[in-house]
């Protein structure tokens, strides 16, 4: 099995900049899809960005130009780096895997949870 935590979250401005981490520990794969996902208060869990086995990204159409993924297999981290941000963009923060490789935009197609981090942005 795999632990993921999520590191990073915290309160910024109106058109500042945060990076999120992702560690995972256990038996961690680089053949696993990634995928970070947001929720905030009173609504659905939704997807953010993914990038699969290949490296392939795929975004929410909210988040293109202004976010961006990447991987150091290395340290076994993933990373989600956020530019521009906005009020709407505050909620939990939760990074997933996804063992088939493949980036799913639904949170039920995902194997693995790590358990969030907040981000606020004030406007």
């Known amino acids: 099995q795999v632990q993921l935590v999520e590191s990073g979250g915290g309160l910024v401005q109106a058109g500042g900049s945060l990076r999120l981490s992702c560690a995972a520990s256990g038996r961690p794969s680089s053949s696993y899809a990634m995928g970070w996902f947001r929720q905030a208060p009173g609504k659905e869990r939704e997807f953010v960005i993914g990038i699969s086995r290949s490296n392939i990204i795929y975004y929410a159409d909210s988040v293109k130009g202004r976010f961006s993924i990447s991987r150091d297999n290395a340290k076994n981290t993933v990373y989600l780096q956020m530019n521009s941000l906005k009020p709407e963009d505050t909620g939990v923060y939760y990074c997933?895997?996804?063992?088939?490789?493949?980036?799913?935009?639904?949170?039920?197609?995902?194997?693995?949870w790590g358990q969030g981090t907040q981000v606020t942005v004030s406007s």
């Open positions: 997933a895997a996804d063992t088939g490789g493949r980036v799913d935009r639904t949170a039920r197609e995902y194997d693995y």
